[in-house]
Each structure stands twice: as structure tokens, then as C-alpha cells.
């Protein structure tokens, strides 16, 4: 027997994460910082805070297309721009070229993807909120799915450890369906937008609040500490902050791992499988190829994460065949790859507002309002299940009006240096229940470059989402005209397909029953307990609201726990 055990001592480590977004970043932090020397494992290229910000500093001008999409972006980023304009000449950079890294589509499926350094951290909305109480009741409470096996109380303290870590500007209402978390000041509303707010709870009682967003409004030392600063209100997030004002992997998570100095770091580097050991019944490491030279190698650990987003996390546990796992690792109850969720979106309203001339507004504030859930809560009961939540608010006309304006000369030119007219528009993000015929699965025979199994969707909105898109866009209609505004016109857009939201998430979903999930309580696998997954394909159910503060808080307990499994001997 030849052992090359140079190799295999550079390759072996406490805890292998696959993956740099959201929850890897937070996953190494957490690991690190309890003394787990952890290899971190991105799939894309490196990129590097501040000098890796090629467009962030950028005027309109020095861009060939104005910032617009490219006829060869469009080609290359199909599924990022088949909706809307995501891959465009700002922000093409954090964005997966669609045609390098194919798809098959049974049904259509948006699927939106990142990689690089801090994945999709670095494109993210910034929107956080918990979910609540009823979030994670509901299954059982509707007979949906299965049951949650954790409820607020076990997530309640993760939280406010990861909040008060990435720092989340907010404001506190005291509402039960929107709980309160660890805030730093909030964000400023514009005139138009307490006046909505004040009307929508005079004459609907219903509550408005602004944005909580992973913005610094107000930084703590901790942040300071990792270089990060306030919020410049440029509202170029997109470009990546070189300020570190909004919350990255890239700008938080990973330089905390760093300054641990037990952080090492794998670029271009695809984990195409995990190893299983027979004869322990754990994983013992992963197997990975190299993107640009091809090259196989293997590397160890006593424990893995999984935080590679949903769908490649899911596409992993299936590739991981072994004579006990012949459907793949964790597969034992055919959940793997089943109950895709997401949130639909492109439904709503728009308005145009008068007076409020002379009031005007500080900077390009990247947030927007939030309006809570208020659908099948306290005594509201619809024909539908669940409920959505709106994000939106007021803006105001620019010099670019123009370009649809009549008019010439000079006194043309000196309108357009005046501020235009207000305007007030909400979209709605719906909740997504559970089906397991929304799924993914590998092709048998299609494999991509590297001879990995392409990845099949086969998922779609079902009657409920499509029931609560009405009411979504007509209760925005309804709120609008309560507040008194001009020319309301609501939108629901049919070309809308799971993914768009990119909150995809419940591929390997969480549950009490191995026969009906594939992860316990503490985002392990069931039959393979060194194994954790705790991206978005832990979820259970969607909520409505934007899940990335939940699947850090996730992490982060996963994580806890798995140092103390190891500290008993029990991993």
C-alpha cells in the first residue's frame, strides 16, 4: 500500500465548509472562533474586499452601455435577466454565467447564482427579518408538509448573536407577526411615506415600518474592528461596498474566520462529492476538482457543512452514492431535492403622488418600507394559506424624466434641475408552501464540463400561490387609494417562476421523522450525523419574509452544537 501521508496530513482538518456565501462565511466564523482549524472550499474565483470591487467606484458614464445589459451579457446570463436586468454592466461581475454552468428546465426555474468569494452575500437585498412564532407552527397547524422540529425559542438567542454580529438597522413595533430583534438606528422615512404610513393605520390598521436592513447605520466596535464602516447611502450595494457599510461574507464573516488564523481557503474548486466511510458510518472528508486545471483531489475532516445554497447543496448529497447511501448520502426517506420553496414576487401596485414638493431626501437610501404580513392573522381568514408581506415606499422623479417629456430649450434644461414628482409603489413577497413534486434531480446522462450531473428542475407556483397573487395585487391597490394617492395601477406579472425571488430553499429539509427528512433538529443528517446542512435547504417551510438573518441564525446554532458533539467524542 503507497500512502502519501504528507498529502494527507496538508488535507485533513477539524471541519470542511463548502461554500463562502451567507451561511459558509458564517459557518467558518463560528467554527473558527471555537478553535476548529476549518477549510473553507468556494467553487468560483476569488474575490477580494475593496480591490475586488471593479465597478464600485464608477460614474454613470465609464460604462460602455450605461449600465444596461449587453446583448452578450444577455446570452450568457439567461436565467439572471430572463425577468429583469440583474447581470447587467454594474453588477454582471457577482453574477454565473448561464451557458459555463448549464441547467435543464422541465419547468421553468430562475435560478440565480454567485460564484465567487462571498457568493451571494454580495448581491443580496439586505432585508432582514425573523420569522415568528406561527412560522414555525404552521405546518402542523395547516396540515402541510411536516412539522418543524425547532420553534422560535430554540432559534430566539441565534438570532440576536447573529444580528448584533452583522448589524441590522431597524426600527422596533412591538408586532407579534414581525418580532423585534438586535437593532442599530433606523433608517429615515420620506414625507410621502409617513404620510402612508399614518393613513394605513388610521384607516386599515395595518402597521408600516422601514426596512430592517444589514446595513451600518450606527457601527459597533465589532464592526469597526473588521474595517467595516457606516452606510454611505450610494445605493450602489450591488457593486460591492468597498465602506463594508452592508453585511457581506466577504466584508464580516470571513475576515473574523481570518483573524482566527484557522481559516484556509480553496478557490475554483468544486466539491464534486462526499466521501463515506462504511465502516464508521460518518463522512470522512470530500472529493473536489479543480475548475481550471481538472484535477481530482481529496481532502478530510471530522466534520462538513454544507452551505453551498440549496440546490448545489441538495445536488452534492445526491452525487454522494455509497453502497449505504446507493440514492445518495442522507437520501433514506427520497427527500433530497424535493419541496422546493422560494418566494413569488412581480406582483402589486403603483401610484403617483401630489404635493409634498418642497420635501426632499438625504443621500440614496438603499432601503425601502416594509408592510407585515396581515393576511390569515389574528381574525383575518382567506381561501388561501399563509400570507405575504410588501417592500417599497416613495421616490422621486430625477433629471432622467426627460427622456419621455416634451419640451426643448432652456427652460426645459432648468426644470430638469428641479426634483420631479413623487411617486409610491409596493411589491409583494408571498409565501411558497411545500409540495414535493417541486423538486430537483440529477440527469443520468447530461453532465457538465467537469462530469458532474447536470441539475433537472421540474417546479411551479401551485393554486395557492396563485390565488394569494390576486389579493396581493388588490390589497395593494387598496392601500394606496386609502392614502390618498393619484393614478394607482396594480401589475401581476405571469412570466414569474420559482427561483426569481432566490430564496430557493427546502431541498433537504429538516423534521423529527428520518422517514419524512433528511436533517435533525441541529441541521445534522439524520444517518449521517458529521454531515450538517444549514443553507436554505434545512427550510421546512418559507415564511414570507427574507430568510438569509434565519439561515445565518441556523449556522450558527448548528455550529455551536457540533463543537460540543466533538468536545463529548460524539462526532
Known amino acids: 500500500m503507497n500512502l502519501n501521508l504528507n498529502v494527507a496530513k496538508t488535507h485533513t482538518f477539524d471541519a470542511i465548509v463548502v461554500g463562502s456565501g451567507m451561511t459558509g462565511g458564517m459557518a467558518a466564523k463560528e467554527l473558527t472562533k471555537r478553535g476548529l482549524q476549518v477549510l473553507m472550499i468556494e467553487r468560483g474565483r476569488e474575490v477580494k474586499h475593496i480591490e475586488g470591487y471593479d465597478t464600485a ?111 441590522i438597522s431597524g426600527q422596533k413595533e412591538g408586532l407579534e407577526v414581525l ?68 453585511y457581506s461574507s466577504l466584508s464580516g464573516s470571513i475576515p473574523a474566520a481570518r483573524k482566527t488564523d484557522r481559516l484556509s481557503v480553496l478557490h475554483d474548486t468544486i466539491v464534486s462529492e462526499i466521501i463515506y466511510d462504511e465502516k464508521t ?111 417599497g415606499g416613495a421616490s422621486r422623479a430625477d433629471w432622467k424624466r426627460g427622456v419621455t417629456q416634451d419640451g426643448f430649450g432652456a427652460d426645459f434644461k432648468e426644470d430638469l434641475t428641479q426634483p420631479g414628482s413623487w411617486n409610491v409603489g409596493f411589491g409583494g413577497f408571498g409565501e ?11 440527469d443520468k446522462e447530461k453532465k457538465d ?26 390589497s395593494a391597490v387598496e392601500m394606496l387609494e386609502a392614502a390618498g394617492f393619484k393614478n394607482v395601477t396594480g401589475y401581476n406579472r405571469q412570466d414569474t417562476h420559482l427561483g426569481l425571488g432566490i430564496h430557493d430553499m427546502g431541498t433537504a429539509r429538516m423534521g423529527k421523522d428520518p422517514k419524512s427528512s433528511v436533517l435533525n433538529k441541529f441541521n445534522q443528517v439524520h444517518a449521517c450525523k458529521n454531515v450538517f446542512v444549514t443553507d436554505g435547504a434545512a427550510m421546512v417551510s418559507s415564511s414570507c419574509v427574507n430568510p438569509s438573518i434565519t439561515y445565518m441564525a441556523m449556522t450558527a446554532r448548528a455550529a455551536d452544537h457540533a463543537v460540543k458533539e466533538l468536545n463529548k467524542k460524539n462526532l
Open 57 to 167: 467606484m464608477k460614474s454613470p458614464w465609464e460604462f460602455e452601455h450605461r449600465g444596461k445589459v449587453s446583448i452578450h451579457s444577455a446570452e450568457e446570463y439567461w436565467a439572471n435577466n430572463r425577468f429583469g436586468t440583474l447581470a447587467n454592466e454594474e453588477t454582471g461581475g457577482f453574477f454565473t454565467d448561464d451557458k459555463k454552468n448549464p441547467y435543464i428546465e422541465k419547468r421553468p426555474f430562475d435560478w440565480i447564482r454567485a460564484y465567487h468569494t462571498g457568493g451571494k452575500s454580495m448581491h443580496w437585498g439586505r432585508q432582514s427579518y425573523r420569522m415568528n412564532r406561527q412560522d414555525f407552527e404552521a405546518n402542523a397547524k395547516d396540515g402541510i408538509a411536516i412539522d418543524w422540529p425547532i420553534r422560535y425559542d430554540d432559534i430566539e438567542p441565534w438570532y440576536a448573536h447573529v444580528e448584533k454580529f452583522v448589524g
Open 179 to 246: 418580532p423585534d430583534g438586535h437593532f442599530l438606528p433606523a433608517m429615515p422615512m420620506y414625507s410621502p411615506e409617513l404620510h402612508f404610513k399614518n393613513a394605513i393605520a388610521k384607516k386599515l390598521n395595518r402597521p408600516v415600518t422601514i426596512g430592517r436592513i444589514a446595513n451600518l447605520t450606527k457601527p459597533q466596535p465589532w464592526h469597526t474592528d473588521l474595517g467595516r464602516a457606516s452606510c454611505q447611502y450610494r445605493s450602489k450595494c450591488a457593486r460591492g461596498c468597498p465602506y463594508g457599510g452592508y
Open 281 to 391: 458510518q460518518k463522512a470522512k472528508g470530500v472529493r473536489v476538482i479543480n475548475q481550471n486545471t481538472m484535477a481530482v483531489e481529496e481532502y478530510f475532516a471530522k466534520i462538513v457543512f454544507l452551505n453551498a445554497g440549496s440546490m448545489n447543496t441538495a445536488a452534492l448529497l445526491l452525487n454522494s452514492v455509497s453502497n449505504r447511501f446507493p440514492t445518495g448520502l442522507g437520501n433514506d426517506s427520497d427527500q433530497v431535492g424535493r419541496n422546493i420553496m422560494d418566494h413569488h414576487l412581480g406582483v402589486g401596485a403603483t401610484s403617483t403622488v401630489e404635493g409634498f414638493k418642497d420635501d426632499y431626501v438625504f443621500g440614496q437610501r438603499p432601503n425601502a418600507l416594509y408592510i407585515p404580513r396581515f393576511r390569515n392573522w389574528g381574525n383575518d381568514k382567506q381561501s388561501f394559506l399563509r400570507g405575504y408581506g410588501y417592500q
Open 432 to 442: 411558497v408552501l411545500p409540495d414535493p413534486e417541486n423538486r430537483m434531480y440529477l
Open 449 to 474: 464540463k467537469w462530469g458532474v450531473p447536470l441539475i433537472v428542475f421540474d417546479a411551479a407556483f401551485g393554486e395557492n400561490e396563485i390565488a394569494m397573487r390576486k389579493d396581493m395585487m388588490s
